[in-house]
């Protein structure tokens, strides 16, 4: 089973190869328009930037569409009022820290992602170190491309939805492995009318998710005691983005949430999927045979809980430690309760 372009039911390809490299968090040329610019004022100094379409959205911190600007010059308010307006010390804070403080509505990968690339300036000049310690009332500047999603996992889903031709539009969704949230803000942005995040972690997900009134955040939930019952209704769509456990752990879960004919998306990880001794050093599954071996054996073991495969793409986003990692769309078939009960004990059973 290849996944370098987009592999249908019958394995036909249906399209080129899949897209190259996404840089993700600040990443240049998305959607036309240049670089944004934003000055911080005070904590939440100006709202979030307005998502649209992802074409010439306004500049890091507010402001209007289009062009360059410089939105909300500030010095923090560390000017003082005596001769020559002096600035006051102030205590000293990490340049990430204070730049979340000040833009509530990014994430701190997402900060961290501009600093490293040079794109944060502090009194006029670029920091490049998340950790730099920084007067609190410092003039900081951003000058990024606002991106259009809360983090980068908002590209990889993306990319499935375009290339596998996936309607989300309209349906209630269930993203697994909420984290920031990157997931929910592509399904969100797709049409999605509400979206369930679980994740067995917390304060992860981006405050603009958070406050969305659409999205229901369900935090320190284990997805694989999730039952129909925790649920107000059965989801449309489910996507999967799991980390340290096999996906096919979770499967007797999602199963009950879902509606006959739901979509699922998940995002295969090699590196968390691999045996033992197949992944090499810093965490990186570098054999291709490896690699297609996980995809082929996740894909079996989803469709024995009555899913049938439609599609699957190579992720047009690598892991964050490099790994290739790929995006494959099922749809939920119609299962007699006791036939996928047996389905459910035997699946994992051989786990």
């Known amino acids: 089973m290849r996944a370098g372009g987009v592999t249908g039911t019958g394995g036909e390809r249906r399209c080129g190869s899949s897209r190259g490299g996404c840089g993700g968090a600040g990443r240049e ?29 306004g500049m890091v911190g507010g402001g209007d569409r289009g062009g360059e600007a410089e939105v909300g010059r500030s010095d923090g308010g560390g000017r003082g009022g005596g001769k020559g307006g002096a600035r006051r010390r102030g205590k000293r804070v990490r340049l990430d820290e204070l ?13 961290r992602s ?8 502090v009194e006029g000049h670029p920091v490049t170190k998340a950790g730099a310690q920084v007067s609190e009332h410092a003039d900081v500047i951003i000058k990024a491309q606002v991106p259009k999603y809360v983090c980068r996992a908002g590209y990889k889903l993306e990319g499935a939805l375009q290339q596998l031709a996936v309607q989300v539009a309209g349906g209630v969704a269930l993203d697994a492995g909420l984290s920031t949230g990157g997931f ?10 509400r979206v369930y995040g679980v994740d067995v972690g917390y304060g992860q997900v981006s405050e603009r998710i958070r406050t969305d009134p659409r999205v229901v955040v369900m935090e320190r939930t284990n997805l694989r005691h999730l039952s129909p019952s925790d649920l107000p209704e059965q989801v449309d769509i489910v996507t999967l983005d799991l980390s340290f456990i096999s996906v096919l752990l979770v499967m007797p879960a999602v199963v009950g949430v879902m509606t006959p004919g ?18 090499g050093g810093g965490g990186i599954v570098r054999s291709e045979q490896v690699r297609q071996e996980v995809l082929e054996r ?14 699957v793409i190579t992720s047009p986003i690598t892991g964050m430690d490099g790994n290739v990692e790929f995006l494959s769309h099922f ?15 035997n699946t994992t059973e051989s786990l």
């Open 262 to 279: 739901a979509h699922l998306i998940v995002l295969v990880k090699p590196q968390f999927e691999a045996r033992r001794g197949q992944v």
């Open 99 to 111: 730049c979340v403080a000040r833009w509530a509505q990014y994430s701190r990968s997402q900060v």
């Open 331 to 345: 749809v939920r078939r119609p299962v007699a309760p006791a036939e996928g009960i047996v389905q459910q004990k």
């Open 29 to 57: 040329g998305r959607g036309g328009g240049g670089a944004r610019e934003a000055r911080g004022d005070a904590p939440n100094a100006a709202e979030a930037a307005d998502e649209g379409d992802g074409v010439g959205q």
């Open 184 to 193: 929910t803000d592509c399904l969100l942005q797709h049409g999605a009318t």
């Open 114 to 121: 501009w600093i490293l690339q040079g794109k944060v300036l």
């Open 298 to 311: 996740v894909t079996r073991g989803i469709e024995e809980f009555g899913f049938e495969m439609k599609g």
